[in-house]
């Protein structure tokens, strides 16, 4: 597998630069309806009421736009079958594949750490 190498200026590739693609892309992603939805996606292909669904709490409007999102930026493939209705699903392409592993070490963080976060909170609170 080749993985097609960022080939612009540096400064594209800046995330500390207000004007790089790399800070525009990693805002797009860094979002909890977007990593949910690459989390869910990342076990099998599922249609649009299928990930809502799965994903307790987003709202219609809001999966819409962060699929179209995921889908500009090539981590999403949406599939329209020439069905009546017509029968649409959604995978992840192979960058968003590679974009789970990071969203499942977001996860695993999220699970090692709650006890702790929550007494924190707790703590802080006070």
């Not at 909890?32 to 690459?38: D, G, M, V």
């Not at 990342?42 to 219609?60: A, K």
């Not at 962060?66 to 599939?79: A, I, P, S, T, Y």
Request: proline residues 4%; glycine residues 6%; neutral net charge.
């Amino acid at each position: 597998m080749v993985t097609k190498q960022f080939s612009r200026s540096p400064k594209e590739a800046d995330l500390t630069r207000a004007d790089s693609l790399a800070r525009e892309i990693f805002s797009d992603v860094a979002n909890k309806w977007a990593f949910l939805i690459i989390e869910v996606l990342g076990e099998r292909t599922l249609r649009f009421s299928e990930l809502r669904n799965e994903i307790e709490g987003i709202s219609h409007k809001m999966l819409t736009q962060n699929l179209r999102m995921l889908e500009r930026n090539g981590l999403v493939e949406r599939n329209v079958h020439p069905t009546v209705p017509p029968r649409v699903e959604y995978t992840l392409t192979e960058p968003g594949q590679a974009l789970r592993g990071t969203v499942d070490g977001m996860c695993g963080w999220t699970h090692q750490y709650l006890g702790h976060i929550e007494a924190s909170r707790r703590r802080f609170d006070i």
